[in-house]
């Protein structure tokens, strides 16, 4: 399934474009500021659980395995280019220029950290694109940057349709007897790159008739006007009041001097909190799951927010 | 005061030394339905793209010459100020719609108008209730049919309320009922709004009875402007290729009354006293009533080229489109599919040839259990042309994908040369060897993509999906006669096509399929021929005297006959 936004009655789907772009930002960046784990599993876990409770969990799959290859790779990587940390697993040769190649816990754990941080950004990144109309969300934008936003809601609408020209493109050259899976890569590059040039020729053809077909409706000579504005609803304010929690205890937290280092030896992430610390931001994150939850399950509540 | 008036318009594209119209002098009035026919490549677009202004704002170029719309010129006319006057509706809806959802597609044009917010819903509402779209409101574009993303495009266009609708072909990539369907919203919208329309059509069966007028243009000038019944019979006596097959059949038979529907012809020919009730003698070379329902029976006993048995398939994130399928395609027996859109049949031509996989069932191509690695080594016994020939088209010239096809099939490039001049030259495209084949019209590429299937030595097989999509009669007659010519070569044929007279003039043998199955499937006269909606006009039009008349060269003997009997 294309990872592309459809109409479907779920809370994130309902919410004000400005609010959902609110939402995604905060589970962004509740992953991104945090140096503590714990924090970061929490805005992970969420982000994945909204995706099930806004119905994008199959539209949002190149997201998540995008994401996961990202996130292995950066498992694998730190601990080769990062040798920090007390407890050596692996003692490796010392290199020119390199130096030591020892793989150690903390590198590796610090690795996972960042893979889970990086997976957060994108699942979430995948949230924005198939839970929020990108026109809603363009129309918002477009006060700031009209081409632009147009030039991605084009990117966007067109998306689907190139993958549909790549499919058809590369059926008919099998069929033609072209040998697209066979031999090494070089090999296989060397007979995809003419239906790539091919693929890139015929959008930039679609790209004109596009272009001729908004000039005919009048586009680019005059002052645009905007039609649609959401209003913001109760449900709104409840999923920003939460996404303001969930931050704000946050960059409270960092501001307090509680962050969590995982050099030179790794802790306990629960150590460092104060008992009341965690309470906030779960808080806030359970209540925007339980809103997602019963907006699907209790008619009274959806019809009242 | 005309809507539109053009004075002595003669008009080149940038970088052209000749003209793509010249010495044009055009008027359209209130209310008027003018029909634009004539071969492909005659100036229609151009035209088209003169009257909302789109030549000379977007596409630049040198004109000579006046276009005035509702008294103003265009060039001296701001683009947004046209675009509300005169709306243009283009071939393709996919390279037409700009954003993602359907009424924010009807609110972009109105936007870019600057008109005030609540004018703008109340137009979207009015245009999603009018052309019954409201369920359509909020889904995403490209997962929009064909047929109703025509109907987005034609929605937005309406909604700027314009003076003149124009449509560059809008029913070319669309199947019969969805075409149907739009013209019948067009019609609607001309009586009900008195909106004038300027139609570009080639499948004029369905709309020349609509026209209050036709211009048929040639070489860039208007070569006649007239009611329908004069221009169907100028036509005819000339270019018979741009007039309706009903009323084709008729003047080439030589009557003097030229029909333009089935219903009108049928009337005249019971007023002569020829359709009452009474079936006429068998004339002589006629199929009769039951004759050829056999037929095809030397393509039975041919050998065996292609065979599904009970094929099922469903994609992952849809319904069973295959159900239980079997097929056979046998030497010398061209086989045509048809059924309505979304009925399985690319889906079928994709499994035949190995590129999806069946969930249950067995598939043999040529002998062979095909898969997409293995597919290479049926490349010299196989053909296949796409219904999109974008989705055909590598190499950067004619010449180049005829040789790439050589390369593909493993046969001697020393030797590929001398036959690619062969067969440019059957096909009459040397003079198109060294241009790029995605820059021809579409009628060309089908015969570029056909020239590159039938290098020899021809294929055994030449599956095609949708061969005449989007094409005009003559190119059709063309690459009716090129196919017809690699049949007698020993090729057969496989095609899934909506056009049915395409489809009598061909294959022996058709086959209908419905929600994934093949309904019925026998001799084409049999199968075609016993249906209202299935048949070619000239069999709807004499079908229920002479049941197995389906092409057209049968039904003007008939004609003729008739009109011998009748002494006219």
Same mark, same amino acid.
């Given at each position: ?305 | ?174 199947? #019969?009922?969805? $075409? %149907?369907? &739009? ?5 609607? =919208? ?5 909106? *004038?329309? !300027? ?116 994609? #992952?994130?849809? $319904? %069973?489109? &295959? ?5 056979? =395609? ?5 086989? *045509?599919? !048809? ?116 290098? #020899?030595?021809?294929? %055994?097989? &030449? ?106």
């Amino acid at each position: 399934m294309l990872p592309v936004y459809r109409e479907k009655d779920t809370l994130v789907h309902g919410l004000h474009p400005l609010t959902a772009l609110l939402l995604v930002a905060t589970l962004a960046a509740s992953a991104l500021l945090t140096e503590n784990p714990a924090y970061c599993a929490l805005a992970c876990a969420g982000t994945l659980a909204l995706l099930r409770l806004s119905d994008t969990w199959e539209e949002c799959k190149p997201f998540l395995r995008l994401g996961l290859f990202t996130a292995l790779l950066m498992a694998v990587i730190n601990p080769l280019v990062n040798h920090q940390g007390e407890h050596v697993l692996v003692y490796g040769p010392r290199l020119p220029w390199w130096g030591s190649l020892d793989i150690t816990l903390e590198a590796l754990l610090y690795g996972l950290f960042a893979g889970m941080r990086v997976f957060t950004v994108i699942a979430a990144c995948g949230m924005l694109s198939t839970a929020v109309s990108p026109d809603e969300l363009l129309d918002l934008l477009s006060r700031l940057a009209l081409r632009s936003s147009l030039a991605a809601a084009l990117a966007v609408r067109l998306y689907p349709g190139m993958v549909a020209d790549a499919a058809r493109l590369r059926e008919a050259q099998l069929v033609r007897g072209e040998r697209l899976a066979d031999g090494k890569a070089r090999q296989r590059v060397k007979a995809a790159l003419p239906l790539w040039l091919s693929l890139f020729r015929g959008s930039l053809d679609r790209a004109a008739c596009i272009a001729e077909a908004m000039s005919a409706r009048g586009f680019g000579s005059g002052k645009r006007t905007a039609w649609r504005s959401r209003r913001p609803r109760p449900r709104d304010a409840a999923v920003a009041l939460c996404c303001v929690l969930l931050l704000g205890s946050e960059v409270a937290a960092l501001a307090a001097g509680r962050g969590y280092s995982f050099f030179p030896s790794p802790r306990s992430p629960f150590t460092e909190w104060s008992p009341l610390a965690p309470f906030l931001p779960v808080l806030a994150l359970l209540m925007i799951l339980a809103l997602a939850w019963s907006w699907r399950r209790w008619h009274w509540l959806r019809s009242r927010i | 005061m005309a809507l539109v008036e053009i004075e002595d318009l003669t008009y080149w594209y940038p970088r052209s030394a000749e003209p793509a119209l010249r010495g044009i002098d055009l008027q359209v009035d209130q209310g008027e339905f003018v029909l634009l026919t004539g071969p492909t490549g005659c100036g229609k677009t151009t035209l088209m793209r003169l009257l909302n202004g789109l030549i000379p704002h977007f596409h630049g170029g040198r004109m000579a010459g006046r276009v005035r719309v509702e008294g103003k010129d265009t060039r001296k006319t701001e683009p947004r100020e046209l675009a509300r006057r005169v709306g243009m509706v283009f071939q393709d809806a996919e390279d037409q719609l700009v954003t993602t959802t359907v009424e924010t597609e009807i609110a972009f044009g109105l936007q870019n108008a600057g008109l005030p917010a609540a004018t703008i819903a109340k137009r979207v509402e009015e245009m999603l209730v009018g052309l019954g779209l409201s369920r359509l409101r909020r889904r995403f574009i490209p997962e929009l049919s064909g047929g109703e993303a025509q109907k987005v495009a034609l929605a937005s266009i309406l909604a700027l309320h314009p003076a003149v609708l124009v449509l560059d072909e809008p029913t070319s990539q669309l199947d #019969p009922l969805s $075409a %149907e369907e &739009l013209l019948t919203l067009v019609r609607r =919208v001309h009586e009900e709004t008195g909106t *004038a329309v !300027v139609l570009s059509e080639h499948r004029l069966e369905r709309c020349y009875h609509y026209a209050t007028r036709v211009v048929h243009m040639g070489e860039g000038r208007v070569a006649f402007d007239g009611p329908p019944e004069e221009a169907a019979r100028w036509c005819a006596e000339r270019e018979g290729d741009f007039v309706p097959p009903v009323a084709r059949v008729f003047v080439r038979a030589g009557w003097e009354e030229v029909p333009l529907t089935v219903n009108r012809a049928r009337v005249l020919l019971r007023e002569r006293g020829f359709l009452n009730g009474r079936a006429p003698d068998r004339m002589k070379g006629l199929p009769a009533e039951g004759e050829g329902k056999e037929g095809g029976e030397a393509a039975r006993r041919g050998r065996e080229l292609a065979r599904l048995r009970g094929v099922c398939f469903r994609y #992952p994130e849809g $319904a %069973e489109v &295959l159900r239980d399928v079997d097929l056979l =395609v046998n030497a010398g027996g061209h086989l *045509a599919l !048809v059924g309505e859109n979304g009925a399985g049949k690319s889906t079928l031509l994709r499994c035949l040839l190995g590129l999806l996989k069946p969930g249950r069932g067995k598939v043999w191509l040529l002998g062979e259990s095909p898969s997409p690695r293995e597919l290479h080594r049926l490349a010299p016994r196989l053909a296949y042309c796409p219904q999109n020939p974008s989705g055909f088209f590598v190499a950067d010239s004619v010449r180049g994908e005829l040789l790439r096809t050589l390369r593909l099939r493993g046969q001697d490039a020393a030797d590929g040369e001398g036959l690619v001049e062969e067969r440019l030259a059957a096909m009459g495209l040397l003079g198109l060897a060294e241009r790029d084949p995605r820059d021809l019209s579409a009628g060309e590429r089908e015969k570029v993509m056909l020239a590159a299937a039938l290098l #020899p030595p021809l294929p %055994e097989l &030449l599956v095609m999906d949708e061969p005449t999509r989007g094409l005009d009669q003559r190119s059709k007659r063309e690459i009716l006669g090129c196919l017809r010519e690699s049949g007698s070569g020993g090729a057969t044929m496989l095609l899934v096509t909506h056009d049915v007279e395409f489809a009598a003039s061909l294959a022996e043998r058709a086959a209908v399929m419905g929600s994934g199955s093949i309904i019925v499937e026998g001799p084409s006269r049999g199968v075609l021929g016993d249906s209202l909606f299935f048949s070619p006009q000239v069999n709807r039009l004499l079908g229920d005297i002479y049941p197995g008349v389906m092409r057209e060269e049968e039904a003007v003997r008939v004609l003729q006959e008739a009109r011998k009997r009748c002494g006219r």
